[in-house]
């Protein structure tokens, strides 16, 4: 089982990478067979190419993201955070209560991100 | 699947139960075959006899409870709230990230709830 600051450590890099668009830098901070489900109650995608497509899909979007609380059970983190969507003449902000599971090097096996319409939010 | 409504109404009624220590109504959100995992990556109970005796072991505590933000996808919900226990000469806070999922019916058939002695809070 990873150690808490090494979970912590990983859910740092992948809000600091989702925040660059850093796509590859994403992937690899993920299990070879990981799942996510974004949002979560929607279908479950799985695997290197499910979990590529999905970030490449809005890498070149201008964002920030924020780390607001943290809480690990675990191989688990549950994490409470803020992305910011930057259009230019409009900033919207989601913040979604996010799951990742993790195995024994560390790597991300599942991310679950809890956030709906209701909760998009014109800044 | 129980509405949005229906899963928020549930997780206040659960936040106020517990803050008034009301066992029984507690137990009564909760569906037979229930499991509770608190704190998530303990041991998992399961069956109103283990979520009472659970919830019976603090109901005497003087506390209090605050959602802080949920979000709901499909039948489950994520939510960040606090747990103020207040023993007279010392006040301390808990800042739970949970999860619960629900049946057809809105009864909750599991609780995980993400915390650990770093997130204990002396006010």
Redesign the interface.
Same mark, same amino acid.
């Given at each position: 089982m990873p150690s808490?600051d090494a979970i912590t450590e990983t859910v740092n890099s992948y809000l600091t990478h989702v925040a660059n668009g850093a796509t590859d830098e994403i992937v690899n901070l993920y299990s070879a067979d990981a799942t996510i489900e974004d949002?979560?109650? *929607?279908d479950v995608r799985r695997g290197r190419d499910a979990v590529r497509e999905f970030y490449a899909a809005f890498q070149d979007a201008k964002k920030d993201t924020e780390l607001a609380?943290i809480?690990?059970?675990?191989?688990?983190?549950?994490?409470?955070w803020h992305l910011t969507l930057d259009a230019g003449d409009t900033r919207t902000q989601i *913040?979604?209560?996010s799951?990742m599971t993790f195995d024994d090097d560390g790597k991300i096996t599942s991310m679950?991100a809890?956030?709906?319409p209701s909760?998009v939010r014109v800044l």
């Amino acid at each position: 089982m990873p150690s808490q600051d090494a979970i912590t450590e990983t859910v740092n890099s992948y809000l600091t990478h989702v925040a660059n668009g850093a796509t590859d830098e994403i992937v690899n901070l993920y299990s070879a067979d990981a799942t996510i489900e974004d949002p979560a109650g *929607s279908d479950v995608r799985r695997g290197r190419d499910a979990v590529r497509e999905f970030y490449a899909a809005f890498q070149d979007a201008k964002k920030d993201t924020e780390l607001a609380e943290i809480r690990i059970g675990g191989n688990e983190a549950a994490f409470y955070w803020h992305l910011t969507l930057d259009a230019g003449d409009t900033r919207t902000q989601i *913040s979604p209560i996010s799951l990742m599971t993790f195995d024994d090097d560390g790597k991300i096996t599942s991310m679950r991100a809890f956030w709906g319409p209701s909760d998009v939010r014109v800044l």
